[in-house]
C-alpha cells in the first residue's frame, strides 16, 4: 500500500514543473472499507479452522467430545449388547474406528453446517458407513420439493447418489438451522465469521508491529536552505530507498537514524485505540466461542467470569452444546438406519460413560438411595436403568 502510494505521488509530480515536492511534510491516513471473507466454505475453512486458534479448538472440542459418547441400541425397552448394528456403528468400514468416523462427521457439522453420511449396500444390506466433504456434495430437488438424490463431485467426475429400488436413500443429511435455506445449513464459522476477520487481523497487525520493533511510525520533515525549500525526485527516491533498507525491519530495530542537513524526524505515537488492540482481539475470541456455543473459560480466553469455575463451565458446555448434539445424531441414526436392521430398534446414548457428568449423577443417584418411598425399579427407571425381577416392593 505504501509503495503504491509513493508511485502515484512521484507520477503526479513528474508532470509539474519544476520538478520539486509541493510540500516539505508527508501524511498518510490509510483507512478504507473493512474486507470480510468471503462466504463459501473453502474460503471460511481456510480462515477460520486453518488460521484461527480459537475457531480451530472450539471444532475440535465439540468434535472430540461428542464422538467420545457411546452409542447404544434398544429393541422397545430392551437394551441390546450385540447386534449387526451396533457393530456397524462400531467398525464402520476397513478404516475408521466409530469415534473417528464421527468426529469428522460433528467435525463437518461444526465448520460447513452440513454433515453428509454414505451407507454402502451389498445385497439390499448396509455393509458401510463414510463421511463425504460437505463442500462436494449438492442437493437434488424432487418433483415434491424434498431432496431426491444427491451429487458427490470430486476432480471433475460427478456421482449421483439416488434411491434404491426399496425406497431407502443411501445418503444422511444432517444440517444446522439456517433461517434462508431449505436445504444447507448454516455453519458456525459464518455466523461468526466478521469476529474470526478481526481476531485473525488483530494477529497480522501484532505481527506487523513486531516486524517493526514494536515503534510507530512517523514523518521525516524538511526544511532545506532558502532557495531550495524542497527535495528533488532523485534526492526523495534515494531517501525513501534508504529507509526501506537500512532501517526497517526487526533486524534493524534500534539502528541510530543519521540525517542529512535539513532533515527532522517527528515520531507519531500510537493512539488509546491502538493500544487497546488486545481487549479488540479478546471480545472478538468470546464472539466466536459464543457462536459455537463454547465457554470461554474452557478456551483460556481471559476476561470472562460468566462461571464460577471450571468444572461448572465444562458442565455447561456438556448440557448445553455436546449432549443435544448427541441425541439430535443418534435420532436421525435411528429413523434413517434402524428400518433397515428392525423397525423396533432405537440408537441411544451412555451418558454413564461421560466423565464431565460424574459429580451430577452421583447425586441423582444419593437421592434416589435416600428415597424410601420408591421401589427399586422405581429408582432404577428413574436413573435411567431397566427394570428386575423382584424390585417391585418397597424395602
Not at 194 to 208: F, L, M, P
Not at 336 to 365: C, M, N, Y
Not at 368 to 381: G, H, I, Q, V
Request: hydrophobic share 45%; charged share 20%; aromatic share 10%.
Amino acid at each position: 500500500m505504501l509503495e503504491q502510494f509513493f508511485a502515484r505521488w512521484n507520477a503526479r509530480s513528474r508532470s509539474r514543473a519544476p520538478e520539486v515536492k509541493s510540500s516539505p511534510l508527508i501524511a498518510l491516513q490509510l483507512m478504507g472499507a473493512a474486507q470480510w471473507t468471503p462466504r463459501n466454505y473453502a474460503s471460511l475453512a481456510r480462515e477460520g479452522v486453518m488460521q484461527n486458534p480459537v475457531v480451530y479448538r472450539c471444532v475440535r472440542t465439540i468434535a472430540e467430545g461428542a464422538a467420545s459418547v457411546p452409542f447404544l441400541l434398544y429393541d422397545g425397552d430392551k437394551e441390546l449388547s450385540v447386534h449387526p448394528l451396533l457393530a456397524l456403528l462400531a467398525a464402520p468400514n476397513a478404516q475408521d474406528s466409530g469415534t473417528a468416523l464421527f468426529e469428522r462427521w460433528y467435525a463437518f457439522l461444526q465448520c460447513a453446517g452440513n454433515a453428509y453420511l454414505q451407507a454402502v449396500t451389498l445385497g439390499g444390506d448396509i455393509r458401510e458407513l463414510y463421511v463425504l466433504r460437505p463442500d462436494r456434495m449438492k442437493v437434488i430437488e424432487g418433483t415434491a420439493g424434498w431432496p431426491s438424490a444427491y451429487e458427490y463431485c470430486v476432480n471433475g467426475k460427478t456421482v449421483r447418489i439416488g434411491r434404491d429400488a426399496g425406497g431407502f436413500l443411501p445418503v444422511l443429511h444432517a444440517t444446522l438451522f439456517h433461517p434462508l435455506d431449505d436445504y444447507y445449513g448454516l455453519s458456525p464459522i459464518e455466523a461468526a465469521a466478521r469476529a474470526i476477520d478481526v481476531h485473525n487481523e488483530g494477529a497480522a497487525w501484532a505481527k506487523s508491529l513486531l516486524d517493526n520493533a514494536a515503534r510507530p511510525s512517523g514523518a521525516l520533515i524538511y526544511k532545506g536552505p532558502d532557495g531550495a525549500p524542497n527535495l528533488t525526485d532523485d534526492q526523495f527516491t534515494r531517501l525513501k530507498a534508504e529507509l526501506e533498507t537500512g532501517y526497517q525491519g526487526a533486524l534493524n530495530a534500534g539502528r541510530p537514524m543519521v540525517l542529512e542537513g535539513g532533515l527532522s524526524w517527528q515520531s507519531m505515537s500510537h493512539s488509546p485505540a491502538d493500544l487497546d488492540f488486545a481487549n479488540t482481539r479478546e471480545t472478538a475470541a468470546r464472539e466466536i466461542a459464543l457462536a459455537f456455543g463454547v465457554p470461554p473459560m474452557l478456551l483460556g480466553i481471559p476476561g470472562d467470569n460468566t462461571y464460577s469455575n471450571y468444572a461448572v463451565a465444562n458442565l455447561a458446555f456438556w448440557r448445553q452444546t455436546v449432549l443435544p448434539l448427541v441425541a439430535r445424531t443418534a435420532a436421525q441414526l435411528t429413523r434413517w438406519l434402524a428400518p433397515k436392521f428392525g423397525e423396533a430398534l432405537r440408537i441411544g446414548t451412555d451418558l454413564d460413560a461421560v466423565p464431565a457428568l460424574a459429580a451430577e449423577r452421583e447425586s441423582t443417584w444419593d437421592k434416589l438411595n435416600a428415597a424410601s418411598f420408591l421401589t427399586l425399579n422405581e429408582k432404577r427407571t428413574a436413573a435411567g436403568y431397566g427394570t428386575v425381577t423382584g424390585g417391585d416392593a418397597l424395602p
